[in-house]
Structure formats: structure tokens, C-alpha cells
């Protein structure tokens, strides 16, 4: 129950394509879905968040689509560029005391020029 | 914003040695913080968590003898693994709370190499 499911692997875009990952859960407890950023070498960085009462959040050329009846949560990027190349986390977490972070597998993602 | 600075960001170090890592929240306090393991290709697996001025909560299968965990200050969390073997190499993240219920900042990573 505590699993964050994450599709694809890998995903190869060209550049300018939308790059799409997918996320599902199991933990109706869970009241916060962030996605990070990871490059080699590197700490994740926060790219963008949604909370369970809106179906979907963009900024700029990233989009999260949530759908809570389906407990499945996707990254959608824009206009996929090389500098995207990078592999993406999604995540969960409850807003109890121990709060924290549940990862999923990780994409790798390729935007080839 | 929210800055956490860890190190060494690379360390290598002889079977049987002992090694710190620090995290520190510079422009903040952080009352909790998170400790993670990331072998190559994979996911991110929490170890802990620690609270300021009480002991860490590790995660089933994580030894706490073997990773010893201090967050004496609101600004400074340690990781040490002691009597280090190859197979600890790996990449070791923090990651502190902002204060707000779901703000978390990691730190860059510190890569430790065992041999």
C-alpha cells in the first residue's frame, strides 16, 4: 500500500514531442503528489506538485494531470527539450505526523535533438 | 528559498573505516530530516527520519547500528556509517522539511565509495 508505481522506465522523445510519465498508487492516504527532477550526480529538485482536490496543475511547459477515482497521476512536458533529459520521480506523501516521502521507480528520460 | 548543503559531496574511504556525512538547512530550521539511499538506476529508499533532540526513526531493514544518525540542532543532521564495506557504496541524499507540511529540500548527494 505504501508503493508508488511509475511507467515507463525509460522513454526516448524527440525534441519538441511531449514526454509523458505515469504514476499510480494504492494509499488513499495520500494527500500530496510531487514530481522531481534528477540529474547524475545530483539531489532531486522539486518540479511540480498537485494536491488530490484538483485534476490538474501546469507550469510553464509541465503539466500534472491527477485522477483520483483511478488513484493515477501523470507528468506531462511540453516542447521536450534536450535540457529535459534527466530521470523524473514522481512521489506521495500523507500529511500525518511521519509525513513522508514515498518514491516511485524513476524515468529515465532521453530528448534527443 | 530553502537551501540544505550536504558533504562531502564525494568520499571514498577503506573497508572497516568509519564515515560522517553532514546535512544543514542554511536559511532555516528543520525540525525534521530525511536520509536516503539511491544505488545506480534506481529509486530513492528512505532510511530514516530524524527529529531535532530525539532519536531517528529508521526504516525496517535499515541497521542503526550500522548507520548512526545525529540531528543535534535545527540546522545540522549527521549520517555516519560505521565500519563501512563495499557494498554501503552507494549515493546518499538528505532532505529536510521547510516547515510547511509538504515542504521537502534536498541536499546534492554525497557519493560514497567503500574499498
Known amino acids: 500500500q505504501q508503493q508508488v508505481k511509475q511507467s515507463p522506465q525509460s522513454l526516448i522523445v524527440q525534441k519538441g514531442g511531449i514526454s509523458i510519465i505515469n504514476c499510480a498508487y494504492e494509499n488513499t492516504a495520500f494527500d500530496y503528489f510531487p514530481w522531481y527532477q534528477q540529474f547524475p550526480g545530483k ?45 523524473y520521480f514522481c512521489a506521495a506523501t500523507t500529511g500525518g505526523a511521519t509525513n513522508k516521502l514515498i518514491f516511485g521507480t524513476g524515468t529515465l528520460l532521453a530528448v534527443q535533438p | ?6 558533504h562531502p559531496s564525494r568520499v571514498i574511504c577503506k573497508s572497516g573505516t568509519s564515515v560522517k556525512i553532514e546535512c544543514r538547512s542554511l536559511d532555516f530550521q528543520a525540525t525534521t530530516m530525511f536520509w536516503y539511499r539511491q544505488f545506480p538506476k534506481q529509486s530513492l529508499m528512505l532510511m530514516a527520519t530524524s527529529n531535532e533532540g530525539s532519536k531517528a526513526t529508521y526504516e525496517q531493514g535499515v541497521e542503526k547500528d550500522k548507520f548512526l544518525i545525529n540531528h543535534a540542532s535545527l540546522t545540522l543532521s549527521t549520517l555516519t556509517v560505521t565500519s563501512a ?12 522539511r521547510t516547515g ?11 557519493r560514497l565509495t567503500v574499498v
Open chain 1, 43 to 87: 539531489g532531486p529538485a522539486l518540479l511540480i506538485a498537485i494536491r488530490p482536490d484538483v485534476s490538474e496543475k501546469k507550469e510553464g511547459r509541465f503539466t500534472i494531470s491527477f485522477n483520483k477515482s483511478a488513484k493515477q497521476f501523470s507528468l506531462h512536458i511540453m516542447d521536450s527539450q534536450p535540457g529535459d533529459s534527466a530521470t
Open chain 2, 1 to 6: 528559498g530553502a537551501v540544505v548543503s550536504q
Open chain 2, 85 to 96: 564495506h563495499p557494498e554501503d557504496s552507494s549515493f546518499y541524499i538528505c532532505s529536510a
Open chain 2, 100 to 110: 510547511t507540511a509538504y515542504g521537502y529540500t534536498f541536499g546534492s548527494g554525497t
